[in-house]
């Protein structure tokens, strides 16, 4: 039956996401199967329809250290924005292993454990502009759509879910500017509008897995091109040229590998739950 659908919509998170979404079980695996079987039709035109788009706001923890790093104030771009929740590491409180920083009336708070020398800033950086790139641009204030980001939420981890409704009530305040199109063909024009006095910060996590090896190596010509800096946060096997001189461990899940400017930094858990430095 999944045969049916494209290739890139075969993904198990977006069939679990799109059976939470109408209201189906994901557990027990009878119940499941019977319940997609049954609602094939609608499940599918669900699945068809939406993308995996995991906006975990945590991820701005293991970004933090290298956008508090950089030349202030900073110019946001993120590719594959989702709803927008990581163009916002200036209205969450962190906390790294018992040390505090961020706005204490936030309503977003993220403990990162980290390891190695983690440069660990005194405060979050200054965001003067945020900008997005998505093909499919979810709104907060859309109750199906914030709905969908809970539904791409793992059903045992009700704190992400808390977190999440969090953070949209805060970027539900003063969205993003999300620009609804390719990456390839909206992001020069729209790195052209940040603002001259700021960092520009082109930034993605989890995002360039979704694409083919060919568009990921045009979307790094394209932003290599572009003034100010790269961010990238994706698994080992996206990027493969950044990760050559990482030691990987040799167990467990493997982490995403955070990279500035094509040089790899440090290890990341892939919600923002840990963070290892390399140097």
């Given at each position: 039956?999944?045969?049916?659908?494209?290739?890139?919509?075969?993904?198990?998170?977006?069939?679990?996401a799109a059976t939470r979404y109408l209201g189906g079980p994901v557990r027990p695996p009878a119940a499941f199967r019977d319940w997609a079987v049954?609602?094939?039709?609608?499940?599918?035109?669900?699945?068809?329809?939406?993308?995996?788009?995991?906006?975990?706001?945590?991820?701005?923890?293991?970004?933090?250290?290298?956008?508090?790093?950089?030349?202030?104030?900073?110019?946001?771009?993120?590719?594959?924005?989702?709803?927008?929740?990581?163009?916002?590491?200036?209205?969450?409180?962190?906390?790294?292993?018992?040390?505090?920083?961020?706005?204490?009336?936030?309503?977003?708070?993220?403990?990162?454990?980290?390891?190695?020398?983690?440069?660990?800033?005194?405060?979050?950086?200054?965001?003067?502009?945020?900008?997005?790139?998505?093909?499919?641009?979810?709104?907060?204030?859309?109750?199906?759509?914030?709905?969908?980001?809970?539904?791409?939420?793992?059903?045992?981890?009700?704190?992400?879910?808390?977190?999440?409704?969090?953070?949209?009530?805060?970027?539900?305040?003063?969205?993003?500017?999300?620009?609804?199109?390719?990456?390839?063909?909206?992001?020069?024009?729209?790195?052209?509008?940040?603002?001259?006095?700021?960092?520009?910060?082109?930034?993605?996590?989890?995002?360039?897995?979704?694409?083919?090896?060919?568009?990921?190596?045009?979307?790094?010509?394209?932003?290599?091109?572009?003034?100010?800096?790269?961010?990238?946060?994706?698994?080992?096997?996206?990027?493969?040229?950044?990760?050559?001189?990482?030691?990987?461990?040799?167990?467990?899940?493997?982490?995403?590998?955070?990279?500035?400017?094509?040089?790899?930094?440090?290890?990341?858990?892939?919600?923002?739950?840990?963070?290892?430095?390399?140097?």
């Amino acid at each position: 039956m999944l045969d049916d659908l494209p290739e890139p919509k075969r993904q198990p998170n977006l069939l679990f996401a799109a059976t939470r979404y109408l209201g189906g079980p994901v557990r027990p695996p009878a119940a499941f199967r019977d319940w997609a079987v049954s609602h094939w039709a609608d499940l599918t035109a669900t699945m068809r329809e939406r993308s995996t788009q995991t906006n975990e706001p945590a991820r701005c923890a293991t970004l933090l250290p290298v956008l508090a790093g950089l030349p202030q104030p900073l110019a946001l771009l993120e590719v594959g924005a989702a709803a927008g929740l990581c163009l916002y590491p200036d209205e969450y409180q962190y906390r790294f292993d018992g040390l505090s920083i961020g706005p204490p009336e936030s309503l977003v708070r993220i403990d990162c454990a980290v390891s190695g020398d983690v440069p660990v800033p005194a405060e979050v950086p200054e965001v003067v502009w945020r900008a997005g790139i998505d093909l499919n641009p979810l709104d907060v204030a859309d109750d199906n759509d914030l709905r969908w980001l809970e539904s791409l939420i793992w059903p045992d981890q009700p704190a992400r879910v808390a977190r999440l409704r969090a953070a949209a009530r805060i970027v539900g305040e003063h969205p993003p500017m999300i620009r609804c199109g390719d990456l390839l063909a909206e992001l020069p024009a729209l790195a052209a509008q940040a603002p001259a006095s700021a960092t520009l910060v082109v930034f993605h996590s989890a995002v360039l897995v979704y694409l083919s090896a060919e568009t990921r190596r045009a979307f790094v010509d394209i932003v290599q091109s572009l003034p100010g800096h790269w961010i990238s946060n994706e698994g080992p096997d996206v990027l493969p040229e950044l990760v050559a001189p990482v030691r990987l461990p040799t167990s467990g899940p493997p982490p995403f590998v955070l990279a500035l400017d094509g040089t790899p930094l440090a290890l990341a858990a892939p919600h923002g739950q840990s963070l290892h430095w390399l140097r």
